[in-house]
């Protein structure tokens, strides 16, 4: 396929457009019903005018939805019934056009799809359990309908509903019936002098050539009639930069510090705990030595060779004799 061919999507005379596009055209009437635009562009088609390059465009759309009264459970089973009349009768014509038997009834068909009917509408009803115990129906419609034209065509189009009009059919709400409104093309909306109408916003003002920056390359050259010097800058402001919040808790360094005098105080207290046990221990060992008569570093004591007692008694050899025989 050709990528230089014509745009598939582009609308064309008699012919909608496949993809979505906005409407394009000039207004050349707006009414505020939907019958009143279709009465205007079936006006238009009758007057051999050329209709595929009219559009009606609905504006300001809102959906609807209508109450059309009470849902009871007396009206479901009616509806029930009825639906389901037309699909046993529907049934029974296939049976007895396709079977040939003739001893089918139609009358039991419709029964019987009547009772299925409004058996299931009666239970898809207790479903719902009366949260929607009303029957509505929904439409989109719109505030109001505009209906544009191509350009080409506007005048003579504008000119075919002013006969509508004088004919006593439905009007424009729009007050110009002569020549179509200067509105660009491509746009819709309200055209000049209508009450909704409201003028493009205007350009933003251009700076003044006084204050245009010299030298930047844009503006009267020095010496010109319309030529002024730049204005200087004022001079910077000196504020004060306001001083970071103290901060709150320990610093790394402290927190370092810390821990290393915890360290040293549970060696400190190690140290003396073992300095307690020891001296414990040694006086324990004296009150034995003092007990036993025994000088401490004598042999048989502590710090003595051979340690408490030795043979021929309690002691190290050569401590006191024991009596025996010679």
């Known amino acids: 396929m050709s990528n230089f061919g014509p745009n598939p999507g582009a609308p064309r005379a008699g012919r909608p457009p496949t993809l979505p596009t906005p409407p394009t055209g000039m207004t050349i009437a707006r009414y505020a019903t939907y019958a009143e635009a279709q009465r205007a562009v079936d006006f ?19 959906m609807v939805e209508r109450v059309t009264g009470r849902l009871t459970y007396g009206r479901v089973a009616l509806g029930g019934i009825a639906s389901g009349a037309y699909f ?34 009666v239970i898809s009803y207790a479903f719902t359990r009366g949260r929607r115990d009303f029957t509505s129906a929904s439409q989109i419609v719109a505030s109001e309908y505009q209906v544009l034209c191509a350009e080409h065509h506007a005048r ?46 205007a350009a933003a003002p251009e700076p003044p050539v006084s204050a245009m920056p010299s030298g930047s390359g844009y503006g009267p050259p ?71 008569g025994l000088e401490p570093g004598e042999p048989g004591g502590i710090g003595g060779a051979g340690g408490t007692g030795g043979a021929g008694g309690t002691g190290a050899p050569g401590g006191a004799p024991q009596d025996g025989p010679a």
């Open 88 to 121: 046993g009768l529907f049934v029974g014509l296939l049976l007895l056009i396709f079977s040939g038997s003739n001893d089918f009834s139609l009358f039991f068909a419709v029964i019987i799809g009547a009772g299925f009917g409004m058996l299931f509408g």
């Open 44 to 62: 238009l088609s009758d007057n051999a005018f050329p209709v595929q390059f009219v559009t009606i465009v609905g504006t300001d759309l809102r």
């Open 156 to 201: 003579s189009a504008m000119e075919v509903l002013g006969r509508l009009a004088s004919a006593g059919g439905p009007r424009s709400l729009t007050a110009a019936t002569g020549p179509a409104p200067t509105q660009p093309a491509g746009e819709f909306g309200p055209p000049p002098g209508h009450p909704r109408y409201a003028p493009p916003p």
């Open 222 to 292: 020095p010496g010109s009639p319309g030529y002024a010097p730049p204005v200087a800058a004022p001079p910077p402001v000196d504020t004060p930069v306001p001083s970071p919040p103290p901060v709150e808790g320990l610093t790394y360094g402290e927190v370092m510090e810390a821990r290393r005098r915890e360290r040293q105080e549970l060696k400190r207290q190690e140290a003396e705990r073992l300095d307690r046990e020891r001296g414990e221990g040694e006086r324990l060992e004296r009150g034995r030595q003092e007990g036993a």
